[in-house]
């Protein structure tokens, strides 16, 4: 079974910085786009970042550009989000996702991610 497990959240003061972890178990995602994205309360959820198979290629949502770095360990099958400069706005549950296809390149297309983790939330102080 796949399985998505996020890890890293908290509560933060803003300013702060957050590493957010996505552990992926049941298959590998080496050769696979994975990403983030967020749902705020009383919002839609939410492209954050994405990852390239070989981490060469990345994308950032406007509002994240600058202060969030995506990054990925192929050998440990985990990607990471270290979330810097943190926000009142950046408070949400933040999860993980993964595309079964092989070196496609949808980022921030929800629903060209196949797998999901269950989240982690993240609240910012002011």
């Known amino acids: 079974q796949v399985q998505l497990a996020e890890s890293g959240g908290g509560l933060v003061q803003a300013g702060g910085s957050l590493r957010l972890s996505c552990a992926a178990s049941?298959?590998?995602?080496?050769?696979?786009?994975m990403g983030w994205f967020r749902q705020g309360p009383g919002k839609e959820r939410e492209f954050v970042a994405a990852?390239?198979?070989?981490?060469?290629?990345?994308y950032y949502a406007d509002s994240v550009k600058g202060r969030f770095t995506i990054s990925r360990d192929n050998a440990k099958n985990t990607i990471y989000l270290q979330m810097n400069s943190l926000k009142p706005e950046d408070t949400a549950v933040y999860y993980c996702?993964?595309?079964?296809?092989?070196?496609?390149?949808?980022?921030?297309?929800?629903?060209?991610?196949?797998?999901w983790g269950q989240g982690t939330q993240v609240t910012v102080s002011s």
């Open positions: 996702a993964a595309d079964s296809s092989t070196f496609r390149w949808f980022p921030t297309v929800g629903s060209e991610y196949d797998y």
């Open positions: 049941g298959r590998t995602f080496s050769r696979n786009t």
């Open positions: 990852i390239s198979w070989n981490g060469v290629t990345t």
